[in-house]
Antibody, heavy 112, light 112 residues
């Protein structure tokens, strides 16, 4: 069955960076774009961007354009999202998703 | 960007009764390939969202027949023919016709 398993919770200080991984199995990793979506506490869903696992091409939401980097390792069917210059507003659960399937989410807490 | 507006904000339903959620987009989600890129998700408490309906009206694998999606262009509806206790959670519509992908604000469904 399809599985997207994300890395564990992170606590970061303002100004730091965080890198979240999303290990996939059960489907052809390079056949589906991987999206990253976040959900601030008690809030709705916000799209961060996508990566084409086949080519490495990326597209980011404008508000994250200058501080997000999405990469992938086809060899182990894993996608990564790195977000830099963190502020308390980045405190959220971050999900990887193929539209059809979602990871379990990674809690990122930014606090001094 | 395409703005998605969901109504109502919340819904309290007696088990066995029907429920309906509306979603409107500021642009048509019908693409030249004939597909309508509108999807419905349910996020149960403490879980990641899971796909119910994709491409306007197609039930995802394993989704009960009581869920159905309809609409066209910019107006869409998710219907639950007979609500069950396990249907509680927050329902989101999402468009994937254009980036940034955008979500409705969510409709919280509870059982009376």
């Amino acid at each position: 069955q399809v599985q997207l398993v994300q890395s564990g919770a992170e606590v970061k200080k303002p100004g730091a960076s965080v890198k979240v991984s999303c290990e996939t199995s059960g489907y052809a990793f390079t056949d589906y774009y991987m999206h990253w979506i976040r959900q601030a506490p008690g809030q709705g869903l916000e799209w961060v961007g996508w990566i084409n696992p086949k080519t490495g091409d990326t597209k980011y939401a404008q508000r994250f354009q200058d501080r997000v980097t999405m990469t992938r390792a086809a060899s182990n069917s894993t996608a990564y999202m790195e977000l830099s210059s963190l502020t308390s507003d980045d405190t959220a659960v971050y999900f990887c998703a193929t539209i059809d399937y979602w990871g379990q989410g990674t809690v990122v807490t930014v606090s001094s | 960007e395409i703005v998605m507006t969901q109504t109502p904000l919340s819904l309290s339903v007696t088990p066995g009764q029907p429920a309906s959620i509306s979603c409107k987009s500021t642009q048509s989600l019908l693409e030249s390939d004939g597909r309508t890129y509108l999807h419905w998700y349910l996020q149960k408490p403490g879980q990641s969202p899971h796909l119910l309906i994709y491409d306007l009206s197609h039930r995802f694998s394993g989704v009960p027949e009581r869920f159905s999606g309809s609409g066209s262009g910019t107006d869409f509806t998710l219907k639950i023919s007979r609500v069950e206790a396990e249907d509680v959670g927050v329902y989101y519509c999402m468009q994937s016709k254009e980036v940034p992908l955008t979500f409705g604000g969510g409709t919280k469904v509870e059982i009376k």
